[in-house]
């Protein structure tokens, strides 16, 4: 059986907090509501104090939950 790779944590968390910087700094043009930045924002925040104590497991999972919390709010919200 094969052995499966093993994960850098340090790779994880550097291209979670990558990503999350892409989304709370960009352009405007692509955000419709400020209600649903911000809500991005201070759930970004929270996920990565979820992985600092928690792992990057945990930061993967809680920031999967603010992406789609993000775009549930662009979809219904704001519509």
Excluded: T
Aim: glycine share 8%; net charge positive.
């Amino acid at each position: 059986m094969k052995k499966l790779k093993k994960h850098n944590p340090k790779r994880l968390v550097v291209v979670g907090l990558i990503l999350s910087l892409v989304i709370l700094f960009c352009p405007p043009g692509f955000a419709s509501s400020e209600e649903c930045d911000s809500a991005l924002a201070r759930c970004s925040v929270d996920a990565m104090i979820a992985g600092l104590f928690g792992g990057p497991q945990s930061f993967l999972a809680y920031s999967a939950g603010c992406f789609l919390g993000y775009s549930w709010c662009l979809r219904y919200y704001v519509a």
